[in-house]
């Protein structure tokens, strides 16, 4: 596992040790000492996978509030997406930054994500399923989000038509999240 690169103060794009045979090919998707190495402190206790049947489907921005707040190790099993976090530690010296990764079945990247960070992708192909581990458990009562087309992020998110849930719609502006955090 490599650190392909960091940005945003604890975010890291990461690409696995690739073993290729004639078979195809065979990667450690997750080791805790290999993460303790780099630095990453990350004990997942929950995997998740979901499929987006059309290119342009959105999930997001979401992430989970104190004491459930989750890190994730993101990656693609297949198809493409464009990955967006968005900085929401309001003492960070990036509070508001937002970021975007391309990660594919192809490149295989895993993108990691410190708690502290609202999460969301668009996918840029059909049938695309993405596989991510947390390190807290679901809780419906701590979920909460941000409008993903907010105006103040100025996400660029690719070019298209969007698919996204009702309750996806219904999230507050970054504003909004702000002024109901005091
Ligand atoms: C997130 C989650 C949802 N669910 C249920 C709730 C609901 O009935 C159904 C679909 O949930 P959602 O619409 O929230 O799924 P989705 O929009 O894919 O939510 C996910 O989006 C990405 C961007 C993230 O970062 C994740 O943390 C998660 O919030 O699955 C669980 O049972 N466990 C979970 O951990």
């Not at 999930?59 to 967006?84: E, S």
């Not at 989000?145 to 999230?171: M, N, Q, R, V």
Request: proline share 5%; with cysteine; hydrophobic share 35%.
């Amino acid at each position: 596992m490599k650190i392909v690169e960091e940005s945003l103060n604890g975010v890291k794009l990461l690409k696995p040790i690739v073993h290729r045979d004639s078979r195809g090919f065979f990667f450690e998707s997750y080791q805790q000492s290999t993460f303790d190495q780099l630095g990453l402190s990350f004990n997942p206790v929950q995997e998740n996978h979901s499929s987006s049947t059309l290119a342009g489907t959105i999930r997001g921005l979401h992430f989970q509030l104190d004491p459930f707040a989750q890190a994730k190790l993101v990656r693609v099993l297949r198809g493409l997406i464009y990955d967006v976090i968005v900085d929401i530690r309001s003492n960070s010296p990036t509070f508001g930054e937002w970021r975007g990764y391309h990660l594919s079945a192809d490149n295989q990247y895993l993108l990691f994500v410190p708690k502290g960070f609202a999460h969301g992708f668009c996918t840029l192909v059909e049938n695309t399923e993405v596989l991510y581990m947390v390190d807290s458990p679901y809780s419906p009562q701590h979920e909460s989000g941000i409008i993903w087309s907010d105006p103040t992020l100025g996400i660029t998110w690719p070019a298209g038509d969007k698919i996204f849930s009702e309750k996806d719609s219904l999230y507050p502006t970054f504003d909004e999240w702000m002024n109901n955090q005091h």
